[in-house]
T-cell receptor, first 111, second 114 residues
Framework: DTGVSQDPRHKITKRGQNVTFRCDPISEHNRLYWYRQTLGQGPEFLTYFQNEAQLEKSRLLSDRFSAERPKGSFSTLEIQRTEQGDSAMYLC?????????FGPGTRLLVL | AQSVTQPDIHITVSEGASLELRCNYS??????LFWYVQSPGQGLQLLLK??????LVQGIKGFEAEFKRSQSSFNLRKPSVHWSDAAEYFC????????????FGGGTRLMVKP
């Protein structure tokens, strides 16, 4: 069991560019979650998958954000037309029961 | 509204002293409760969890937490703090069924004096 992995760990982009992040959950975990954490705050829920199905999306997830989990394994989170307000740590977690296990996060800086 | 509150933004303790971090929740029933720790620039590590049963739960790294229904609280404790415990601590709750999204408190930053 290698834990949840995320790639890249850091991303710097210019405003208006698109970015995509990847999350690989703990193997055989059927649930996968995305959270966003801004400096000095607790993480905030973005969206959640059970297997391939996206079951819940936060109102924080604007039209510029899209997430997929095509084969029920890894997931991608894409942000289109990035804005400076998108600068944050994007955290992925996976679960097979009540407890969620987090990856190291992807830190995004939008210039 | 369902929420999690951590009243203390910063706490400083001396190495070897005891520690208690406070967490309160707002919900009409008992949620699933968790404590996580986050070192700078890192993800979150699960310290312990409470679902039901014994209200005193033991976790990793010598931490424990006590659930008090009457106070809607789930405070984290450690009898003797080590310098390596300096980090940000987050209380979180899952409301409703198991596996639901987590709602986090704002976090408490722990500093440890030598």
């Amino acid at each position: 069991d290698t834990g949840v992995s995320q790639d890249p760990r850091h991303k710097i982009t210019k405003r208006g560019q698109n970015v995509t992040f990847r999350c690989d959950p703990i193997s055989e975990h059927n649930r996968l979650y995305w959270y966003r954490q801004t400096l000095g705050q607790g993480p905030e829920f973005l969206t959640y998958f059970q297997n391939e199905a996206q079951l819940e999306k936060s109102r924080l997830l604007s039209d510029r954000f899209s997430a997929e989990r095509p084969k029920g394994s890894f997931s991608t989170l894409e942000i289109q037309r990035t804005e400076q307000g998108d600068s944050a740590m994007y955290l992925c977690a996976s679960s097979s029961g009540e407890s969620q296990y987090f990856g190291p996060g992807t830190r995004l800086l939008v210039l | 509204a369902q929420s999690v509150t951590q009243p203390d933004i910063h706490i400083t303790v001396s190495e070897g002293a005891s520690l208690e971090l406070r967490c309160n929740y707002s919900y009409g029933a008992t949620p699933y409760l968790f404590w996580y720790v986050q070192s700078p620039g890192q993800g979150l590590q699960l310290l312990l969890k409470y679902f039901s049963g014994d209200t005193l739960v033991q976790g990793i790294k010598g931490f424990e937490a006590e659930f008090k229904r009457s106070q809607s609280s789930f405070n984290l404790r450690k009898p003797s703090v080590h310098w390596s415990d300096a980090a940000e601590y987050f209380c979180a709750a899952s409301f409703g069924k198991a596996g639901n999204m987590l709602t986090f408190g704002g976090g408490t930053r722990l500093m440890v004096k030598p």
